[in-house]
């Protein structure tokens, strides 16, 4: 039992031994691993470093450009003197040769005095002619169109206007009148209409009335008969009530009885027959009245009768009122034709009125672009009447001295470009004086580029003769010689050398300051711009890595070694001034000596 324990724990320790042999054995492989990735990735950078580009930086500073300008010239006369004709005309004679000495007042040459004497008759006809229309210029520049015909529309404007006011007012009062008049014929209308129903009312009324005025007379009087009636009846059948003796007495007096008796019955009988004949006048009266109202016509005629001046009156009013309606409604129809007419005047007048403003405008602006011409006009021809006054004084000048053109000043004669029999030109030199003891002048080209650094006062150093002179610019102008170049003039004392003498012009400028200067080597152009590359770098464990990114820039200005940009760079940037390569956009580069 012992012995298997023993065993047991030998195994054991045999086999921890063999497990850290092996982790040993490992972990030099693993660091051995690592080295030779260290080694490899150290190698592959400098393999990587010794294939970029190779670039100069340079840091963008703020400051000025100097510009340079070297040109040589050669000295000349600074007061070489033309000597022109007074006039284009032929030459009678020369006094002088190139190379002869003259002094001021010396006669060089004559003009042909016929010549002159025909120049100054011309130019004196066309003064003439010029100041005989200098006058019809003036009374055109004076005269301005006038408005008389807009006043006589505004004035016909206003009468028509005024004409329609009153012809309205005029029509109106006219339907008023027309209007009241009718109102009062049918006022009286409907009065003779009332009237004439009253007096037919009444006529009806009296027509009616008589025929019962009869008939109430007729019952009356009978009445009356049958009141007399009853009195006889009683009497003749009521003695006794009556106080009369009656058919029943009896006595000695019948003799007196019956006599008396036979007075009542005649009174009876009278009075029965005057009942009958007051009934019989009561029936006609009635009749009467029944026939008259059977008989309408004629009834009617007898009313007509009575109510004929009222039913003519009616008739009257009824014609007047349409007289009247007639009337108004010719009123009205009037006055509707004559506010369409004066509308019409006043619509013709508006319109008479804006053709005469309208043409009153264009005469205006006509007179005024007339008036603008010729004040033009004038002002050129005054311009060339005082010319050809200047051109007739100066012939008459060159008459009064005979044709004779004098030096004007002392000094040398070096060309003379006219001749006799041939014409001078009062455009071209005729003779060419030099006068050196006015100094001398250095005058030198430029292109177009260098001369807009230059101006007029600047100073050049003038180097001449082994000396060098601080001189100010004279002058700048086109160059006669050379298109689309400037000549630049400086006077010299005349003894900074001789005429013919080779001369050197040396010009400095410095510009204002700008924020952004890079050495030209750093610009660069394609088909999209200018633009430089800014470096940018980034540290690492094994090493700073550089790339260039472009930047587009735009040149202000610059000179011969050095730009002024802005854009994409600034002062903070450093950009590749030179490399050993083309570089593009996202290159890795370094910098010599890395």
């Known amino acids: ?203 009806w009324a009296d027509y009616v009335k008589q025929k019962q005025t009869a008939v109430e007379s007729a019952q009356t009087a009978l009445r009356t008969k049958q009141s007399a009636y009853d ?30 008796q036979r007075k009542l019955s005649d009174a009876l009988y009278t009075a029965e027959q005057e009942l009958m004949k007051a009934n019989t006048a009561l029936m006609t009266a009635q009749q009467e009245i029944m026939d008259a109202l059977n008989r309408m016509p004629d009834a009617v005629k007898a009313v007509d009768a009575l109510v004929l001046q009222k039913k003519n009156a009616i008739t009257s009013a009824e014609t007047n009122v349409t007289s009247r309606q007639t009337a108004l409604e010719n009123a009205e129809r009037s006055r509707e034709n004559a506010v369409r007419d004066a509308n019409r005047s006043v619509e013709d007048a508006q319109i008479s009125l804006d053709k005469a403003m309208l043409s009153y405008e264009t005469s ?115 160059s006669a010689t050379a298109t689309g170049r400037y000549d630049v003039t400086f006077l010299l004392d005349g003894s900074a050398g001789t005429v013919g003498m080779t001369a050197s012009m040396r010009f400095r400028k410095r510009t204002s300051n700008y924020d952004v200067i890079i050495p030209l080597t750093a610009l660069h152009e394609d088909n999209d711009g200018t633009f430089v590359y800014v470096i940018t770098q980034d540290s690492g464990s094994l090493g700073a890595k550089r790339t260039v990114t472009r930047a587009d820039v735009s040149v202000i200005d610059q000179d011969s070694t050095r730009a002024a940009v802005q854009g994409g760079v600034s002062q903070r940037d450093q950009v590749v001034s030179r490399s050993d390569r083309d570089l593009a956009d996202g290159d890795r580069v370094r910098y010599e000596g890395d």
């Not at 009497?235 to 009885?257: F, H, I, K």
């Open 1 to 203: 039992m012992q012995s298997n324990l023993t065993i047991a724990k030998e195994k054991l320790a045999r086999a921890a031994q063999g497990e850290i042999r092996g982790r040993a054995a490992a972990g030099k492989a693993l660091v051995a691993f690592i080295v030779l990735m260290i080694a490899l990735t150290l190698a592959n950078n400098t393999l990587q470093e010794l294939s970029v580009a190779v670039v100069t930086p340079v840091t963008p500073q703020r400051g000025a450009l100097e510009r340079s300008i070297n040109v040589d010239g050669t000295l000349a006369s600074a007061k070489n003197v033309p000597v022109f004709s007074t006039e284009s005309a032929r030459v009678s004679e020369v006094y002088v040769k190139a190379g002869a000495s003259v002094a001021e007042g010396d006669p060089l040459f004559k003009l042909d005095m016929t010549a002159l004497n025909d120049l100054l008759a011309t130019e004196q006809t066309a003064l003439d002619k010029l100041l005989n229309n200098l006058e019809k210029s003036q009374l055109a520049v004076s005269n301005d169109p006038t408005d008389t015909a807009v006043k006589d529309a505004e004035r016909s404007l206003a009468r028509a206007k005024q004409n329609r006011s009153t012809n309205i007012e005029t029509q109106d009062i006219a339907v008023a009148r027309a209007q009241k008049d009718l109102a009062d014929a049918q006022d009286a209308l409907v009065t003779a209409n009332s009237d004439y129903q009253t007096a037919l009312d009444d006529a």
């Open 364 to 478: 205006v602006k006509s007179s005024e672009a007339s008036k603008a011409q010729s004040e033009i006009d004038l002002k050129n021809s005054q311009m060339d009447i005082d010319t050809r006054k200047a051109n007739v004084a100066r012939i008459q000048k060159a008459i009064d001295s005979e044709g004779v053109v004098h030096a004007p000043v002392n000094g040398d004669v070096i060309s003379v470009s006219v001749s006799v029999g041939g014409n001078a030109s009062s455009t071209s030199p005729a003779v060419t004086l030099s006068n050196e003891n006015e100094g001398l002048e250095l005058r030198v080209t430029v292109t177009e580029d260098q001369v807009g650094d230059m101006t007029v006062g600047d100073s050049a150093t003038i180097v001449c003769n082994g000396a060098s002179i601080n001189a100010p610019i004279s002058s700048i102008a086109y």
């Open 231 to 260: 009195n006889a009846y009683d009497a003749y059948y009521n003695p006794s009530s009556s106080g009369t003796g009656g058919t029943g007495g009896s006595g000695g007096s019948d003799t007196s009885s019956a006599s008396a």
